[in-house]
């Protein structure tokens, strides 16, 4: 994963009010790709998000994956 990629979360983040499968965007990477700056927004364009995930949290988009609209509580 590169910056620009648009990325799924691989598990739930409570405290920032995200689940597992919400789409996010790379705008960082640390340490050739150790970890990574994501930013999650709503489809209306506010930003829930911008947390720092390691490989394991965070994974590309997979071939004929669908997008999820939800309310963001």
């Known amino acids: 994963m590169k910056e620009h990629d648009r990325v799924v979360l691989a598990v739930d983040l409570p405290d920032q009010k995200l689940t597992a499968g919400d789409l996010g965007t790379v705008v960082h990477l640390y340490r050739d790709g150790v970890a990574y700056e994501v930013e999650f927004v709503a489809l209306d364009g506010e930003t829930v998000a ?8 965070v ?6 994956e669908i997008a999820h609209a939800r309310q963001v509580a």
């Open 59 to 64: 994974r590309p988009i997979a071939r004929r």
């Open 50 to 57: 911008i947390v720092t995930l390691t490989r394991e949290q």
